[in-house]
């Protein structure tokens, strides 16, 4: 991998610092001190205001726009992309004294220190500010997202002159005003303004969707004067404070933010009986409480999903730092709300949710926040019209899931990914079958699983065919997860975990009929489910081609792989990376080069379906032919190269998985963070190191110790209790919260663990 750390931030084991301000990492921090709450997100940038780089962030869970795109050549190709919508600055200060205005871009200052305490989800800065005139002002900036009143922040700036006594002027307020950077424009229109003596308001709503936001904020001061400045698009209340020398004086904004998704009159209704009763509820809320409630959230949530490593405090404040963005991002405080690519810190991807979704983040929240990955999966079924529509629009039957959305319409104009890429399809079954296998919520399946998988299974049985003897059911012109081989034909992938969704949407026909014949009377007859169809399923599933070659023990990619020209990635310069930047389109698919796993991603997501010696001859032909050009791809080479005592490789894998954002590996972190890759860091640990696999009928453990650790524990949530694992040099011990007696295996031994701690020897 031609990637390298970036090591810039401190290194402390549950806090990110910063100490002195680098101009050239401005947009690096804006991603990486970024606070959200599944509900709302904020970047990191500095609410005084910056004239350098920067990028102002304010986003809300389900609020977009709409781009309408050229009309398209051919029929399937999208006509609009929608994006989630750079929102108001709820957060907007400006300070000015002596006439000057503070912009860290252009004052003298000293003394900056910027620290996200992971524990707590606070954000504290301070520097000293240095006038032209000699005068000096400490200046503290405290934020917070309430992780129990989701629409609720708050913000407190603590000002202390250290040298002289007078006067300073604060503004604050709303700012409507920004500019989304994809579309080079405002997105929002200004409906009302609204004020008392301590509060003040603004209506927005969005330009094409018609969504709306009105955004509230109490302010908590002494001063001396304050006047309002109401311009089109903000809202600005300016403080005149009086200060003295050596005293501390404290500023606190509370912040209300409500939103409204939905256009429908039922929508609007509620939204509005909200904001009747907005003034009530603002003036109830107080910083303390507010902090206090958070502080408990924080507390409550590490005690049950920290993990902890002993003896490298380098991804021990790492992967703290991934857990932490995974909770901000979502912890299932809506239904039928999304992950997007880049949560909620920035605006690359548009914020769409990919396949990844259910490959990637779906894990950690099973293991986690059970009732979260349920509400996630909702979104799925929430949104099963939208998918069949777009199946009609690809000359399919059933539902076919699009490969990047936010309201569940497909959001990609390249028709390569959107109308050739299945797995986001048989993705979204593979969700509802991990959950479902952990779990056991087969009521939540059969309800809204089943109608999900009887139309995927139906766009299967129309989007792949025959081949010209009859003799094996395949799919053609598709790509699969390794984005660098397009209109192939039975990518191996995409032909096995289309065979699972069919095997697994007659095993729930199966058992449904069986155990809830009202259910199953009911789903069959609402999708008109036959008999024929059925059977076809299961002809399909019988058949499906699955290529493979004895002899080797190697599943071809797709047909014809194994006869592509050969490239050696390892003398590609450095400087030709990312290759979507410096080489042809075309000749990225003229070669053998993998973008990411592919057949190696089927063999961790059914792992148990494959033979040690089947996974190690796959490993060593495709693992020398990925580039990584995905920041999802090292984690899968890390947890199978566990898996098969490949240590070494293993560790250099891990790497960078769990700060690959801190660290800035990608170059790319300004843009936001990449969360996903941030759940894939978590499964590097747990299913890497731990070993752990969880798709059979019993969780499996099988774990390791790198040899540059000590020891490292982590968590998982089974079955309404919560296992608590601890790996050392000689030893695991496995013990559980409640006692529940739950059935495990370890390294292939099945153990009860009840009310007695385990403790099994660590196999080398």
Not at 239 to 246: D, V
Not at 511 to 537: M, Q, W
């Amino acid at each position: 991998m031609a990637k390298s750390a970036d090591i810039y931030y401190k290194v402390h084991p549950w806090k990110i610092t910063e100490e002195g301000f680098n101009k050239d990492y401005a947009l690096v921090s804006e991603s990486v001190f970024s606070l959200g709450n599944e509900y709302m997100g904020t970047r990191g940038s500095f609410e005084e205001g910056y004239s350098g780089n920067s990028l102002i962030g304010n986003y809300f869970n389900g609020i977009y726009e709409r781009t309408q795109l050229e009309k398209p050549s051919y029929k399937g190709i999208a006509d609009k992309t929608e994006f989630i919508v750079n929102s108001a600055d709820w957060l907007y200060t400006r300070i000015e004294a002596d006439g000057e205005l503070l912009d860290l871009n252009t004052v003298q200052f000293k003394d900056f220190y910027r620290e996200l305490d992971l524990k707590s989800g606070i954000l504290t800065r301070s520097y000293l500010w240095v006038l032209t005139s000699g005068k000096e002002i400490r200046l503290e900036f405290t934020r917070f997202l309430s992780m129990k009143e989701a629409e609720t922040a708050a913000q407190k700036i603590i000002i202390t002159p250290l040298n002289f006594s007078g006067e300073i002027t604060l503004h604050s307020g709303i700012d409507f005003s920004g500019i989304h950077q994809l579309t080079g424009r405002n997105m929002w229109n200004v409906v009302s303004k609204s004020a008392d003596e301590n509060t003040i308001s603004m209506l927005g709503n969005t330009i094409d969707t018609d969504q709306s936001l009105l955004v509230s904020c109490k302010f908590l001061c002494d001063y001396a004067n304050k006047e309002d400045d109401r311009e089109e698009k903000q809202y600005i209340r300016k403080f005149t404070l009086s200060i003295e020398e050596g005293k501390e004086l404290e500023f606190i904004k509370i912040i209300r933010n409500i939103s409204r998704k939905g256009t429908a009159e039922a929508d609007k209704k509620a939204f509005k009986k909200k904001c009747e009763d907005n003034a009530a509820v603002l003036g109830a809320l107080t910083y303390r409480k507010l902090k206090e409630d958070t502080l408990a959230w924080w507390d409550a949530t590490w005690q049950e999903s920290d993990i902890e490593i002993k003896g490298d405090e380098l991804n021990q404040q790492g992967i703290r730092y991934c857990i932490f963005q995974l909770h901000q991002t979502y912890h299932g405080a809506d239904k039928g709300t999304i992950i997007g690519a880049k949560g909620l810190t920035g605006e690359a991807y548009s914020g769409n949710t990919f396949w990844d979704t259910e490959a990637y983040c779906l894990p950690f929240y099973i293991f986690n926040n059970p009732q979260a990955a349920k509400h996630l999966l909702e979104f799925r079924y929430l949104t099963l019209s939208e998918a069949m529509d777009r199946a009609k629009a690809l000359d399919c039957e059933g539902a076919f899931y699009p490969i990047a959305t936010i309201t569940g319409r497909e959001c990609c104009s390249l028709w390569q990914h959107a109308s050739l890429q299945l797995q986001a399809s048989t993705a979204v079954a593979y969700g509802y079958w991990h959950y479902e296998n952990i779990t056991g919520d087969n009521g939540f399946i059969f309800e809204k699983g089943l109608p999900i998988l009887i139309e995927v299974s139906r766009m299967l049985a129309s989007r792949g065919d025959w081949s010209g003897d009859g003799t094996r059911y395949g799919f053609y012109g598709v790509m699969g997860p390794d984005e660098f081989q397009m209109m192939v034909n039975n990518n191996c992938y995409t032909n096995y975990m289309g065979k699972k969704t069919l095997e697994y949407t007659l095993d729930v026909l199966k058992r449904c009929s069986e155990t809830a014949p009202e259910i199953y009377g009911a789903v069959t007859k609402d999708r008109g489910l036959t008999e024929k169809e059925i059977e076809n399923f299961r002809k399909i599933a019988e058949n499906m081609y699955i290529p493979y070659q004895e002899e080797t023990g190697i599943f071809e990619q797709h047909e014809g792989y194994f006869n592509l020209p050969h490239i050696d990635i390892d003398k590609i310069p450095m400087e030709e990376f990312p290759l979507y930047h410096h080489w042809t389109y075309d000749r990225i698919y003229r070669n053998n080069m993998l973008k990411q796993p592919d057949v190696l991603m089927m063999m961790l997501l059914y792992n148990k379906d494959f033979t040690r010696e089947q996974l190690e001859s796959n490993y060593n032909y495709y693992e020398p032919r990925c580039i990584h050009e995905s920041s999802l791809s090292p984690s899968v080479h890390s947890i199978l190269a566990s898996q098969l005592k490949k240590e070494e490789e293993a560790y250099k894998f891990f790497g960078f998985a769990t700060r690959m954002d801190l660290d800035n590996y990608n170059r790319n972190t300004g843009e936001g963070l990449h969360t996903t890759s941030i759940a894939a860091a978590w499964m590097n640990i747990v299913y890497g190191f731990g070993g752990m696999r969880s798709d059979g009928k019993e969780l499996t453990f099988a774990p390791s110790l790198p040899v540059q650790w000590e020891g490292y524990s982590f968590r998982v949530h089974l079955k309404g209790d919560i296992l608590f694992v601890a790996i050392d040099k000689d030893h695991m011990r496995i013990s559980s919260k409640k006692g529940s007696g739950i059935k495990i295996l370890i390294y292939e031994k099945e153990y009860t663990i009840g009310q007695e701690e385990v403790v099994v020897p660590v196999i080398r």
